[in-house]
Structures are given as structure tokens and as C-alpha cells.
């Protein structure tokens, strides 16, 4: 079956600090694999996307990599602010020849502390 | 510019009542669908539409149907509401008609069913 798996569940850190988030899936090969952003009470937001071949995004303070030999991918916060507390969420895109839809992780809660 | 706009944000239901949640977009994009979130899960597909007219189950389907008269619209109606179906809502739409590019999505409608 294919999965997106993320972890940590949640985390917390101070403002100022950097931070990664980390995201396994199963899905290969895929279309794309996305990055969201959905605060508390808000929709998703899109933050990266990035195709089968490209090892790296970047969207201002976030970075997104890819390793498609391990199947991961990771989120790196630079320099954590406040307006970063969050869900961040990890979606694989199946290729356009499947009949798949999008696969979606459980997000990792981001909690940035003064 | 509105986007994706959902109405209602909040509704209580009892069990068995039906009801329509509305969404609609304004960037004449094609694809639009519906998702549930629910606590600890990725978000889950619902119905989507590749355009007007045209609408298909995704993995989530029963319990929920939805018609596409326009490009603009797509509501959700649930037949005869069931504490199962307590969730939060989410309307997304996409200029891919696979929803393989990014997502814009409404700021969700929060059901509870008694």
C-alpha cells in the first residue's frame, strides 16, 4: 500500500532555532512530492514542490530535500519564527499514468516558543 | 481575489439531517474535490471533478455526492448525517485536471454531527 509517513508527531522548539522535519513514503515512482503549511484553523497552504528529479526546493526560510535511493525527504526550517507554528504536511503526487490520487502524511505539529 | 471560498465555517447537525456544504473558486480552474480531515490522519479524498459536469468517488465516497453544473462550484451533500462523518472540511481546486499541481484550498467547514 502506498504510504507517507512523517515524523516527529510534534515538536517544539525556541525562536531563532533551526529545524528539520522528516517524510518517508512508499510511493515510486511519483510525479511530484509537495510541502504544506496549514495553520490552526486555516486550509494548506503550498510551500515546495519538487518532481522525481530534483534533489532540493527552496521557498524563503524553508528547504526542501529529496532522496529518492532512501525514499525521504526533509523540511529544513532556518532561523524559526513565531508565524512558523504549524502542521507541516508531506504529499506524494502518483504518476500521471496512475490512477492514484495524492497521498497525504499525518503532518508534524511545529510549535515555535518565544 | 477570493480564491476558494467554503460557507458554512461551522455547523452542528443532528444525526440524520442533511445538508450542502458549499464551495466555490474563482480561478476558472478545472479541477476542484473535496477533503476530510480528521485528527492523527493525512487528509482524505472525497469526490473530485475534473470539470463541469464531470465528477468521480475517491476514497472516501459514502455518505457524500456532489454535482459539478459549473466551473465555479462544487457542493458537498451529505444525505443523512452520522456522527462518523464529525470532521473538518476542506475545498481545494487546481488549474491540473489530475490535481497534480498545486492545491488552493478554502479555509474548511468544521461539522459536527450529535
Known amino acids: 500500500k502506498n504510504q507517507v509517513e512523517q515524523s516527529p508527531q510534534s515538536l517544539i522548539i525556541l525562536e531563532g532555532k533551526n529545524c528539520t522535519l522528516q517524510c518517508n513514503y512508499t510511493v515510486s515512482p511519483f510525479s511530484n512530492l509537495r510541502w504544506y503549511k496549514q495553520d490552526t484553523g486555516r486550509g494548506p497552504v503550498s510551500l515546495t514542490i519538487?518532481?522525481?528529479s530534483e534533489n532540493t526546493k527552496s521557498n524563503g526560510r524553508y528547504t526542501a530535500t529529496l532522496d529518492a535511493d532512501t525514499k525521504q525527504s526533509s523540511l529544513h526550517i532556518t532561523a524559526s519564527q513565531l508565524s512558523d507554528s504549524a502542521s507541516y504536511i508531506c504529499v506524494v503526487s502518483p504518476p500521471l499514468d496512475s490512477n492514484y490520487q495524492l497521498i497525504w502524511g499525518a503532518g508534524t505539529k511545529l510549535i515555535i516558543k518565544p | 481575489n477570493a480564491g476558494v471560498t467554503q460557507t458554512p465555517k461551522f455547523q452542528v447537525l443532528k444525526t440524520g439531517q442533511s445538508m450542502t456544504l458549499q464551495c466555490a473558486q474563482d480561478m476558472n480552474h478545472e479541477y476542484m474535490s473535496w477533503y476530510r480531515q480528521d485528527p492523527g490522519m493525512g487528509l482524505r479524498l472525497i469526490h473530485y471533478s475534473v470539470g463541469a459536469g464531470i465528477t468521480d468517488q475517491g476514497e472516501v465516497p459514502n455518505g457524500y455526492n456532489v454535482s459539478r453544473s459549473t466551473t465555479e462550484d462544487f457542493p458537498l451533500r451529505l444525505l443523512s448525517a452520522a456522527p462518523s462523518q464529525t470532521s473538518v472540511y476542506f475545498c481545494?481546486?487546481?488549474?491540473?485536471?489530475?490535481?497534480?499541481?498545486?492545491?488552493?484550498f478554502g479555509e474548511g467547514s468544521r461539522l459536527t454531527v450529535l
Open positions: 519538487m518532481t522525481f
Open positions: 481545494a481546486s487546481s488549474f491540473s485536471t489530475r490535481g497534480t499541481g498545486e492545491l488552493f
